[in-house]
């Protein structure tokens, strides 16, 4: 499994680091013409970096995700399936990668920002005093609840993405349409959103991260609407419903399970 994800690294490094480059690039630009004053150029100059910036962010994430997409749709498939490995390690193995990925890409853009507001603003930043600024506005459960619920959303966006990407390859063998799994996705996404919702208004019960105290949002004396009143349930990172996140836990296990059992047992290159 090791080697196989030091395999995935070695082909997506050099993409990678491409996109590094590039954002780093128009990032400076940005600052450059910001901290220089109005001009047509400057400012047409920001306008099409911020564009891009998003397209390299989207087209980042469709090529990572696409690494999996590649291996039930194109001849690399075949090397992979021959080696000595389940289907619930391919898919950890894509996980990991992916994460990785994800992970070295916002620390890398988010410290190349500190370092630029230091060069072009010339402001006296110290990460010590940002983090205790943020503690006056979060308490530590708050933050740890909120990277948490950031791990688990990008684990399980992606293993959605997987599921779906297999289950159009089983359900349609014809590689030539192999991009229906996103409707598959959005169809999948709809469901499970609902049946969130459905479970936030069957068990309304929270947990104050302040007080650790476990009741309802009205008992908490907290504004918010319920599923009968046409929209979510509305909460702070303060409150988690122990219902909903025990869900998607649940959600987690079923897709990354389901995913290995169909690349394992139903995929026929």
């Known amino acids: 499994m090791l080697k196989f994800m030091k395999y995935e690294i070695r082909g997506t490094y050099r993409f ?7 954002a780093f690039i128009l990032i400076t630009g940005i600052y450059y013409y910001v901290t220089k004053g109005n ?26 995700v696409g690494s999996f997409r590649k291996e039930l749709y194109e001849d690399t498939g075949y090397l992979t399936f021959t080696l000595p490995l389940t289907g619930n390690q391919i898919v950890a193995s894509k996980l990991i990668v992916a994460l990785l990925w994800f992970f070295l890409l916002g620390l890398m853009l988010a410290l190349y920002n500190l370092l630029m507001l230091r060069f072009f603003v010339r402001i006296d930043f110290s990460i010590i005093a940002w983090l205790q600024t943020l503690r006056h506005f979060l308490t530590n459960r708050q933050a740890v609840a909120l990277i948490l619920g950031a791990v688990i959303f990008g684990i399980s966006l992606l293993l959605l993405i997987y599921f779906s990407i297999t289950l159009s390859r089983v359900t349609f063998r014809n590689k030539k349409i192999g991009n229906f799994w ?30 650790l105290n476990i009741g309802t949002l009205a008992s908490m004396d907290i504004l918010h609407m319920t599923i009968e009143q ?7 990172s303060q409150y988690i419903n122990l219902a909903v996140l025990l869900y998607k836990i649940i959600v987690i296990i079923a897709l990354f399970l389901g995913t290995g059992f169909l690349i394992e047992r139903k995929i026929d290159l």
């Open 16 to 22: 990678i680091l491409g996109v590094l480059v590039l």
């Open 39 to 64: 001009s047509a150029g400057g400012n047409i100059f920001i306008g099409l970096s911020v564009l891009l910036l998003f397209g390299i962010a989207l087209v980042t994430f469709l090529y990572i």
């Open 182 to 211: 996103f409707i598959i996705f959005l169809v999948l996404s709809a469901l499970l959103s609902y049946g969130q919702m459905k479970v936030a208004a069957f068990v309304p019960y929270y947990l104050d991260l302040t007080t």
């Open 230 to 236: 046409g929209a979510i349930t509305i909460t702070s």
